[in-house]
Each structure stands twice: as structure tokens, then as C-alpha cells.
């Protein structure tokens, strides 16, 4: 009875881990988008060609973190 009971327990406490790690990669996929978005505002204000480049630079950058925890969200759900 009491092996039961530590295995509930022990289940519990996995799946709250579980949904914390996956609160974590929504919050960090939320956070990638929001920098892609306020990397994309910076573009469009922009004049020197040189804050131009590197805009854009940091736009790709920004794309591909965001991309690359799309894809970890994904896998991990498979």
C-alpha cells in the first residue's frame, strides 16, 4: 500500500516537472518571437546603412532562434 502510494506521488511530481519544463519552452518560444519582432521594428526605423546591416543580421539571428525552439517544441510532443 505504501509502494502504491510513493509511486503516485513520485508520477505527480514527474508530470509537474514535466509541465514546468514545458511552460519554460513556451515562455522562451514567446520571448524568441517577441525579439524577432522587436529586432524587425528596429529595421524599419534604421537610416545609417551600417545599423542597417547589422539589423538585418540580428533579424536572421532572431528568426533562427525562434525556428530552432519551434522545432525542439515539436520533437519533444512527437
Known sequence: MLSKRINIIKER????KQSQKNDEMLESIYKAQKEWLDKENYFNFATDPDLVDFAIYE??????????L???AKEKNK
Not at 511530481?13 to 509537474?16: A, G, Q, V
Not at 533579424?59 to 530552432?68: D, L, V
Request: aromatic share 18%; glycine share 0%; no cysteine.
Open 70 to 72: 519551434l522545432k525542439l
Open 59 to 68: 533579424i536572421e539571428a532572431s528568426k533562427r532562434k525562434y525556428a530552432y
Open 13 to 16: 511530481i514527474y508530470h509537474k
